[in-house]
């Protein structure tokens, strides 16, 4: 499959801006649009951008390449960083003995986890005008891609997340916007289905909403989930959450 980029005709306006998407399906912009790029190189660029720190060429080649001959496995390499570089703006650069992804390049991925751990530091405003970028906090990294070298990135990043979404839903809460913080809570929930903490942070944000029945409801289809997949009962009663609510 070769690189196809479309180029605009007249003069040149300089490098095009840049955007690596990782969370979901992968994907390459330029300008808003997508880039058609082999599968190799965009696991080079995902390996890259994931690790967000210098990586040596020989990590490179054992994660991506592990079954090839090492010499075969630096050809490849080399082979994808020419592709890359053919796409026109610099998308991996050297950094000492190692490389990393052009810190031009915008990554949805560590946009993600810069606002995780902003909301988690309680540096982010919550306010409704952000709800769209707290979307980049809804998807795993590379959901439908089956390397082993993706598993511990897609797991750091789910829970930082799945935490950050929670401590949003808490402040929500007690900034007297519970239906805000129903969302939230469903939208960890979605993430990590037998969660605790969630589960609770949903009950509770039902309650103050006023849905008592839905909180109930909640309750009973969270009790059900965990005897069928844990064999196991809730720490908290019904009875014990809803007299802890109103000591509130």
């Known amino acids: 499959m070769a690189i196809?980029?479309?180029?605009?005709?007249?003069?040149?306006?300089g490098p095009a801006p840049a955007r690596l998407e990782l969370l979901g399906d992968f994907a390459l912009l330029m300008d808003g649009?997508?880039?058609?790029?082999?599968p190799a190189e965009q696991r080079l660029?995902?390996?890259?951008?994931c690790a967000d720190a210098p990586v040596s060429r020989n990590a490179v080649v054992s994660a991506l390449w592990p079954d090839s001959d090492p010499v075969r496995a630096r050809g490849n390499l080399r082979t994808s960083l020419w592709r890359i570089r053919r796409i026109g703006p610099v998308l991996i650069g050297s950094a000492g003995n190692g490389m990393c992804i052009d810190p031009a390049v915008s990554v949805d991925q560590r946009q993600g986890a810069h606002l995780a751990r902003r909301v988690l530091a309680g540096q982010e405003r919550l306010m409704p005008e952000r709800a769209?970028?707290?979307?980049?906090?809804?998807r795993d990294v590379l959901p439908y891609w089956f390397e082993e070298w993706v598993d511990p990135y897609r797991e750091s990043y789910r829970r930082l997340r799945v935490r950050a979404l929670e401590e949003a839903g808490h402040r929500l809460l007690a900034d007297g916007r519970p239906g805000d913080a129903?969302?939230?809570?469903a939208r960890a929930i979605k993430a990590e289905y037998l969660r605790d903490s969630a589960h609770w942070l949903l009950i509770r944000a039902l309650m103050a909403e006023g849905n008592h029945s839905q909180?109930?409801?909640?309750?009973?289809?969270?009790?059900h989930l965990l005897e069928t997949e844990l064999g196991v009962t809730p720490p908290l009663s019904l009875m014990e959450i809803l007299h802890g609510e109103r000591r509130r």
């Not at 660029?45 to 951008?49: D, F, G, R």
């Not at 769209?132 to 809804?138: A, G, K, V, W």
């Open 182 to 185: 129903v969302a939230l809570a």
């Open 33 to 38: 649009r997508p880039v058609n790029i082999p």
């Open 132 to 138: 769209q970028e707290m979307r980049l906090l809804d």
């Open 45 to 49: 660029l995902a390996y890259v951008a």
């Open 215 to 223: 909180a109930v409801e909640r309750y009973r289809h969270y009790a």
């Open 4 to 13: 196809h980029l479309a180029m605009a005709s007249g003069p040149a306006a």
